[in-house]
């Protein structure tokens, strides 16, 4: 029994390192299309190659990271990068938010240009993002159990806020 346990946590380890992995990927995704070329095509709503596949990137990985970290509230003793889970779908909406809105194109409009309430509250969470994984880091159980709301709040604040 001891042997499966190990494995279990084994696996759970690998599966959070692999969602913070897809949420970091996804982050720099969005942030070549923010800072590099635009990508979008020359007819009104013709987004970026991959756009599709990094926002279910970014969604699945979310998801699955609320699961794990709820994993880690029935057992925080496991190991793994819980504390990063937050931040770094956090970083996606960042990044998203600065990217180009297809829906202008051919003209190259950012999803953040000319609303500053929206920047102001995609950085609000991000803050929020970040202090729920300090706290994770310091307590790993409440931290846990906090991940999922944050996680939650940014998938709706990227629905909301016109970012993917």
């Known amino acids: ?5 190990r494995r279990l946590a084994g696996v759970i380890r690998a599966l ?3 969602c913070v992995a897809i949420l970091l990927g996804t982050a720099v995704y969005y942030l070549v299309l ?3 070329p635009s990508g979008i095509g020359p007819q009104p709503g013709d987004g970026p190659p991959g756009e599709t596949v990094a926002a279910a990137a970014w969604i699945l990985a ?12 029935v057992r925080p003793g496991l190991p793994g990068p ?17 990217d180009y809105d297809p829906y202008y194109a051919p003209e190259l409009q950012r999803y953040a240009e000319g609303r500053a309430t929206a920047v102001n509250w995609n950085f609000f969470v991000l803050g929020i993002a970040i202090a729920v994984g300090a706290i994770a880091l310091r307590a790993r159980r409440l931290g846990a159990a906090l991940t999922p709301l944050v996680l939650l709040v940014v998938l709706v604040s990227a629905a909301a806020t016109g970012g993917h």
């Open 1 to 5: 029994m001891h042997a499966s346990r």
């Open 16 to 18: 959070t390192w692999t």
């Open 62 to 73: 979310s998801l699955a990271g609320g699961v794990l970290a709820v994993v880690y509230v």
């Open 82 to 98: 819980v504390y990063l889970i937050a931040p770094a779908s956090a970083a996606c909406l960042i990044a998203a938010f600065y």
């Open 34 to 36: 923010a800072v590099g």
